[in-house]
């Protein structure tokens, strides 16, 4: 018993040991983990773990100053002549509209077919400029308001497109037909946008057909079919096909079949179908042709048998492919989901911007004011964002900057690829665009609009939410600055932070995403740029691809295609009588003055005054540089130069396509990069919703914009194009990027101004000495009446000037035989100078020695 009592007792002693020995162990733990903890976060690195004791708070601006999130301040009660159509005034219109019986026999949007007269889309119809800029001006009323509406009549026989003007939007009482010098009246059937209603037919009417025919050929070569397929579905891509290249101009459409995986063009199932949908009765839509394989077949019936024939009437074997059905799962290669080994090892969020005095902007019902910027912004359905009556210091620059249009020209060996010829504006651009990601597609903290539409099949608008955003950035770049570092050089440093106002939609066309951008600089210049991403669209891998494209993995070629951007400039530099010169740049061959017998070659300018609008059509030719100029004749400055601002494309690309053949002629307004005309309402666009299809005829062609007018004093539009060829790689897998894509044309003041007018921001820094004749007194920070930034991690300029401050300006001089002679007025303070600072001065003082000898070290 004793034994056991003794036993026990030495086993809780064991136990107590252990227990008091791990605690122990526990505490010391503990302790390093707060000291490595405490030594990490006064010692942050760039391997810094990312839990929250080791990240530093970010400042937030106090929301009691920001105006910024969704903007919610609803519908103006009397919208401007720029304010899109709002929820109430589509309303009222539709009402309207569905009241006009005899005119229009509009159904309603639940019996609306392809044979029945329907509103396809409703646009603001901007009134005519003279009236705008009376009203704008004070000299005259606010137009009436007033809507461009698209009515598919497909009750009419023939069935057409017919375009009304219907107003005044506040009560509307009148539906007036367009009739347009620009284009045919009315508009043929054939020609229309392409639009949901319309495929959804297509699917209902020829899709059961293509599976009881070839259905079992689909199974056997794709894993799938159209219907009644489960979650073995095949979906498609629908090309259309411009009427030029078909005999007898009717219409007609690839349907290119794909896998509806993450993302559909980029698994194509080498399998395509061109339907005739010519008219509005359905019945007598047929699918006309085949491409199977790497082949074409005359029809459904012809691919069944020659596929099932074993001696295939002497016809060339099928060659019967085989893939396995694309799921999309999370693995997928197109997935845009994380792959690979994440970067960085832990989770660190990337970096953001903050207002920290709040929002330098303001927004009310889409008028816009930014320090000396005004404007107002809008979203056209038919062609996207766009900005009128621009003004910078209260002068108006621009009347109108807008999309005209996008289109893309893919090459390709198999007939759908060869002609699919995409002219955006007939899917309406700017319906296109929505739902932007805050902290991706723009700043967390941007101004997001909503903006309503009216569209096919809809009796009411529907608002799409985040369809813009607007945000000031800084692009971190300079906007201007220079450094005197040496006294004898004005020891001095201004610079100012490149600080803008952007204005941005993103469209996204199927398979491409355009974001495009209105850019807006403190000294007066207009930036404009389109970048592309999104995914590619491709085809089945064949040998004979290979001229256009590359082979991207084992099943797809990555074609070229070219994109094309088309912008309009409405300008009115000094009002609206102006003149288009360039200043051509070219080589000069002139005597030295010091040896007149010996000649020199340089550089030298001529102005180059242009008189009609067929001379002013302007193609890039690096053998003849020149500027771009806009100016009134009668504003000059006090030395007789134009005030005038200057046009500097940086996106240019050619068309290569011959003018006049094929699908080109639907894209005349890219055969050159600049074109200028004299302004007419009716020439809103260069561009039609309708030459998606129509490249016979089109229904607005730019050729008949440009004649022998002459463009001297007179209200000008500039037509901008812009453009990049895209060959695709590994690397466009999953999708394209951003990263030099940049497409843009700039608007900048040329003489316009006395001096650079960003001369006027707070956002100027000036370092500068205290005491100029002493400048061993130290240096001082000028921020404008701004308050110095607090930032996450780094030292304050002010801070940094106090203890560095040789890094910045030369304080003191060393006394060395390199050194240069004291300026007079300058006082050698070597002898109060820190050894720290002796060591920075020498390096300054042979930096600036290096500098004398080559100026441009």
């Not at 009881?212 to 489960?230: N, Y």
């Not at 290249?245 to 399998?271: G, S």
């Not at 059509?617 to 005038?644: M, S, W």
């Amino acid at each position: 018993m004793y034994a056991s009592v003794g036993k026990y007792r030495r086993h809780i002693g064991f136990w107590r040991c252990t227990a008091v020995t791990a605690i122990i162990t526990l505490v010391t733990v503990l302790l390093i983990v707060i000291v490595i903890s405490t030594v990490s976060n006064n010692h942050p690195s760039s391997s810094s773990s990312s839990s929250s004791s080791s990240r530093r708070s970010i400042p937030c601006p106090d929301p009691a100053t920001t105006t910024g999130g969704l903007l919610t301040s609803g519908d103006p009660r009397d919208p401007g002549p720029f304010h899109d159509v709002t929820s109430a005034e589509y309303q009222r219109l539709y009402r309207f509209l569905t009241e006009q019986r005899e005119l229009l026999n509009l159904t309603s949007p639940e019996r609306t077919h392809v044979n029945t007269s329907s509103v396809f889309m409703v646009d603001l119809l901007v009134p005519p400029k003279e009236r705008v800029l009376s009203f704008l001006e004070g000299r005259g009323p606010q137009p009436a308001r007033e809507a461009r509406v698209m009515v598919y009549r497909g009750d009419k026989a023939p069935p057409v497109v017919e375009e009304y003007r219907v107003g005044p939007l506040s009560h509307p009482s009148y539906a007036t037909l367009i009739v347009s010098s620009q284009r045919r009246n009315p508009v043929p059937f054939s020609v229309r946008p392409l639009g949901r209603l319309e495929l959804s037919t297509i699917e209902a009417y020829l899709f059961p057909l293509v599976d009881e025919k070839v259905g079992d050929i689909l199974t056997e070569s794709f894993g799938g079919t159209f219907t009644d397929c489960g979650d073995t579905c095949l979906s498609y891509y629908a090309v259309p096909v411009g009427t030029e290249l078909i005999e007898d101009h009717t219409r007609k459409i690839w349907l290119m079949t794909n896998y509806p995986a993450e993302y559909n063009t980029v698994h194509p199932a080498d399998f395509g179908m061109l339907v005739n949908v010519e008219g509005s009765d359905p019945s007598k839509w047929s699918v006309d042709q085949l491409w199977y394989a790497g082949a074409l077949f005359a029809s459904l019936d012809d691919l069944a048998r020659r596929y099932h024939s074993d001696d295939d009437d002497h016809h060339h074997p099928v060659n019967k492919t085989r893939r396995d059905y694309v799921h999309n799962t999370p693995d997928l290669a197109t997935s845009q989901r994380l792959k690979g080994d994440p970067a960085p090892e832990t989770p660190q969020r990337p970096p953001m911007q903050v207002e920290p005095d709040g929002k330098r902007y303001t927004i009310r019902h889409r008028h816009v004011h930014y320090l000396h910027w005004d404007f107002d912004i809008r979203l056209s359905s038919f062609v996207g964002p766009m900005v009128y009556d621009v003004r910078f210091q209260g002068e108006r620059i621009a009347y109108e900057l807008g999309v005209s249009e996008i289109a893309v020209f893919y090459s390709g060996h198999s007939p759908m690829q060869s002609v699919t010829d995409f002219v955006d504006s007939g899917v309406l651009i700017g319906t296109q665009s929505r739902a932007l990601i805050p902290g991706v597609d723009c700043p967390e903290d941007a101004t997001y609009l909503d903006v309503p539409f009216l569209n096919e099949g809809m009796g009411v608008p529907t608002t799409y939410h985040r369809a813009q955003c607007v945000f000031e950035q800084n692009t971190g770049i300079p906007l201007r600055r220079h450094l005197s570092y040496a006294r004898d050089q004005g020891g001095y440093y201004g610079g100012m932070s490149d600080s803008v106002l952007v204005f941005r939609s993103i469209v996204v066309i199927e398979n491409y995403d355009y974001i495009v951008d209105y850019v807006f600089h403190q000294n007066g210049v207009i930036e404009v740029r389109a970048i592309s991403t999104g995914y590619i669209l491709s085809t089945s891998y064949e040998p004979e691809e290979a001229p256009y494209g590359f082979r991207l993995n084992d099943h797809i070629t990555g074609n070229l295609h070219h994109h094309i951007f088309h912008f309009k400039a409405d300008l009115d530099i000094g009002g609206r009588s102006n003149r288009y010169e360039t200043l051509d740049i070219s080589e000069e061959q002139i005597p030295l003055k010091q040896r007149p017998s010996v000649s020199y070659r340089q550089t030298r300018f001529q102005r180059h005054l242009y008189n009609t609008e067929k001379e002013a059509v302007y193609q890039f030719d690096f053998d003849y540089p020149k500027y771009h100029i806009v100016h009134n004749d009668l504003k000059k400055t006090k030395h007789g130069v134009p005030r005038a601002y200057r046009l500097h494309m940086a996106g240019m690309s050619k068309q290569l396509l011959t003018p006049g053949l094929d699908n080109e002629k639907s894209i005349a307004w890219a055969r050159q990069q600049l074109a200028v005309t004299v302004h007419k309402d009716d020439e809103l666009t260069a561009s039609s919703p309708y030459a998606m299809f129509d490249s016979c005829h089109p229904v607005t062609d730019f050729d008949n914009f440009i004649s022998d007018e002459s463009i001297v004093d007179q209200d000008l539009v500039l037509w901008i194009t812009m453009g990049t060829h895209h060959i695709p790689h590994t690397e466009d897998i999953p999708v394209t990027h951003t990263v030099g894509g940049h497409l843009a044309f700039f608007l900048h003041p040329y003489n316009y101004f006395p001096h650079c007018p960003s001369l006027t921001s707070r956002d100027n820094v000036r370092v500068d000495y205290v005491t100029p004749q002493s400048p061993a007194a130290g240096l001082m920070v000028e921020r404008s009446g701004n308050q110095q930034s607090e930032t996450c991690g780094a030292l304050p300029l002010e801070q940094l000037v106090r203890e560095r401050p040789d890094d910045f300006l030369q304080t003191h001089r060393e006394i060395n035989p390199l050194s240069f002679s004291t300026p007079q007025g300058h006082k050698d303070s070597s002898s109060s100078s820190s050894s720290s600072s002796s060591s920075s001065s020498s390096k300054a003082t042979e930096d600036e020695l290096r500098r004398r000898r080559n100026p441009r070290t």
